[in-house]
């Protein structure tokens, strides 16, 4: 599915900072907001969405070939930078697809602006704080232990990363600081967000790993909680990083739920 | 010269073995295993050994802070720095240092510096440091803004210290409605600042332009001259000619009578199985945006173990090989110092004399011999290789008190 997908880079600027992002497909729009650790150039899991809608991929700004802007501080300001870009961009029909940190990201933009989106797909968002358990600290764990903690299926791991190029560990260590210098305390959650995602109108789908090790299914029942219209699906066997390790599952629940109207 | 005593107040009274087991003896290895009776003990026998160190002649004690480690006690300077301002008479009191960006309130900071000022009669040099990268994470400081905010404090301590308030600070890290504390201290226009260091080039650079002596902790030789290298040119750009005066230097050196005795007690300088900090993990000690963007690729293939330490490993006998530790009888040990003097030309000298398991027979006796038959011989010798401290050059405290910049240069 979707191996001949035409991905194109492109460039923007926003709040003065340099914006790398890629793009494909046609159709209905398509966020997709990588996680803390940054994201591969190109994933099974986009290549699927894009077989059916119009898919935006950008890099965060200071991740991957984005430019770090030195003033950014919180979640909140790439969730206001995104705004900006998809005004720039002027796509109106837009579902964001946050994984992990980028549901995070995916969560604030609705906050920010409760009409804006048709739709809104959070798979195993950060950014509230789990009733039980708590967020993984990538702190003071090494650059690979703390990837192959997302991941259930260890197998799923190699068949994104192999044995780990040096380049990828250098791209993990700027992911980790920017990490740091966007949600170093309280780490990886905000305490206002669920205060304000009642105000959403768009139907939110949230996904979940049962095996999670980053951040416990707790927090997902919390989302379900805050925001008006959401459904929670829990996938057995599988970790945070979802996409990645079941990415044929993984998009057909998010081209279903995007694609319905 | 300006001979200082220090050890890092190691806690030594625990079970080694457990640090084995668990692979750490660092950051997370468990406080379970500190024993605060021991650590009563320790804390007393440390303070008496300040002191014995005074009375035999040492012209300074340098104090420093570590967090979630037994290589070191103190969790905060200034309490001990506070204790020996009322206790001791005569020897300048050394921290080297308080680690800034650990601050979120540098004002307080100011406050209990110009207390130590005042209570020691002028006897403080505040040195700061940035902290290891494990403190940043032990006290959730943000390791991402450790040079932002370390400068940052800087700015806002000097300013305390030498303009009166009130006054408003509205900085990217600290920000202060009313800066005014009753607190000033002593030594004018402000006690001497020294900036410790071991690897960053930026930290060279940021004291070479302040022209705050650096103090290079145990360095190697071959390192501690590549160092010098790059403060005198950056001194020769801000319009200054560095010296003896700028610069200082740690080395771990344990006396005794025989040499038997001092190579036994000086393998306690291993105890933490050779690494100063504690067995951590890479990521701890250099958390991401703490290092130097510079040495990203290299670190990482370190962290994950596919690369070698870049500061080296080296064994026991090669560290005395390459005098990064000296130990033997004062003669010995005089012969092997007045050879690093020549080779590094420090003004400051620490000698960080005891560490890990060392009896406190064994540690008193250390003292006595360093200070009264060592620290001589080397104050001598100073005087003819023209080290002086920055106390005997009269040095400005920094380069904004300095009447001696060459004009062209400084603008």
Redesign the interface.
């Known amino acids: 599915m979707g191996g001949n997908i035409a991905w194109k880079e492109h460039a923007a600027t926003v709040a003065g900072c340099g914006l790398h992002y890629m793009r494909a497909g046609s159709g209905r729009s398509l966020l997709v907001l990588h996680h803390d650790i940054g994201t591969v150039e190109r994933l099974p899991f986009y290549d699927a969405l894009a077989a059916r809608f119009d898919v935006i991929v950008p890099h965060h700004p200071g991740w991957g070939r984005s430019e770090r802007p030195a003033w950014l501080r919180h979640p909140r300001d790439i969730a206001a930078i995104y705004q900006w870009l998809l005004a720039d961009l002027g796509v109106s029909d837009v579902c964001p697809v946050g994984l992990g940190f980028g549901g995070w990201i995916a969560a604030e933009m609705a906050s920010l602006a409760p009409q804006r989106f048709r739709r809104l797909a959070l798979l195993n968002p950060m950014g509230i704080k789990p009733p039980e358990g708590e967020i993984a600290d990538q702190?003071?764990?090494?650059?690979?232990a703390y990837p192959m903690l997302g991941f259930h299926d260890e197998a799923a791991f190699k068949r994104v990363y192999g044995d780990?190029s040096?380049d990828q560990?250098?791209a993990?260590?700027?992911a980790?600081?920017m990490?740091?210098?966007t949600a170093?305390?309280p780490y990886m959650y905000s305490q206002t967000l669920p205060h304000l995602l009642g105000g959403v109108r768009a139907p939110a789908l949230i996904v979940w790993g049962a095996e999670n090790r980053i951040v416990p299914v707790s927090a997902g029942e919390a989302y379900r909680s805050a925001l008006r219209d959401a459904t929670l699906t829990v996938l057995p066997g599988a970790g945070h990083f979802i996409e990645m390790e079941r990415p044929d599952e993984s998009a057909k629940l998010v081209s279903d739920f995007a694609g319905a109207n | 010269m300006h001979l200082m005593y220090f050890t890092e107040q190691p806690m030594s009274a625990y079970d080694a073995q457990e640090g084995l087991k668990y692979g750490a003896t660092a950051?997370?290895f468990s406080n379970k295993h500190f024993d605060p009776v021991e650590g009563s003990r320790l804390y007393n026998q440390y303070l008496e050994e300040y002191i014995y160190a005074e009375e035999c002649g040492a012209d300074g004690i340098m104090l420093n802070e570590h967090h979630n480690a037994p290589f070191c006690m103190q969790a905060k300077a200034n309490v001990f720095a506070s204790i020996l301002a009322a206790v001791t008479k005569r020897v300048k009191i050394v921290l080297l240092g308080n680690p800034l960006p650990l601050a979120d309130n540098p004002i307080r900071l100011a406050e209990e510096l110009a207390m130590i000022d005042m209570i020691s009669k002028g006897r403080l040099v505040s040195g700061f440091v940035r902290g290891g990268g494990q403190e940043q994470?032990a006290t959730?400081v943000?390791?991402?803004?450790n040079r932002e905010r370390f400068q940052e404090a800087h700015d806002l301590i000097v300013k305390t210290w030498t303009q009166p308030g009130p006054f408003r600070w509205e900085g990217t890290h600290y920000q202060h409605r009313v800066v005014n504390p009753w607190a000033v201290p002593l030594q004018k226009p402000y006690p001497r600042v020294w900036i410790p260091g071991v690897l960053s080039k930026e930290t060279v650079i940021w004291a070479a332009q302040h022209r705050y002596p650096y103090i290079a902790l145990n360095t190697s030789i071959e390192a501690t001259k590549v160092i010098w290298d790059l403060y005198d040119k950056v001194a020769e750009e801000a319009g200054y000619t560095a010296g003896p005066e700028n610069r200082g230097y740690l080395i771990r050196v344990h006396v005794q009578d025989t040499e038997e005795k001092a190579v036994k007690n000086a393998k306690q300088f291993m105890w933490m199985q050779g690494e100063f900090t504690g067995l951590a993990?890479?990521?701890?000690a250099n958390?991401?945006?703490y290092f130097s963007p510079s040495g990203?690729?290299g670190?990482?293939?370190f962290?994950?173990g596919?690369a070698k330490n870049p500061r080296g490993n080296p064994t026991f006998e090669e560290q005395r090989q390459n005098m990064m530790i000296v130990c033997g009888t004062p003669d010995q040990c005089i012969e092997r110092l007045k050879t690093l003097m020549e080779a590094t030309r420090p003004g400051i000298f620490g000698f960080w004399a005891n560490d890990g398991n060392v009896s406190a027979e064994d540690s008193r006796n250390c003292i006595r011999l360093l200070c009264q038959e060592v620290m001589p011989a080397i104050r001598e010798h100073g005087k003819k290789l023209g080290l002086k401290s920055p106390f005997e050059a009269e040095a400005p405290v920094s380069i904004d008190y300095s009447t001696d910049l060459r004009r062209a240069a400084a603008e």
Do not use: C, M, Q
């Open positions: 702190a003071i764990l090494s650059y690979i780990v040096t560990l250098e993990w260590d700027i980790r600081e990490s740091f210098r170093w305390k | 950051l997370t994470l959730g943000n390791p991402a803004f993990h890479p990521v701890w958390p991401a945006g990203r690729r670190f990482v293939e962290a994950v596919r």
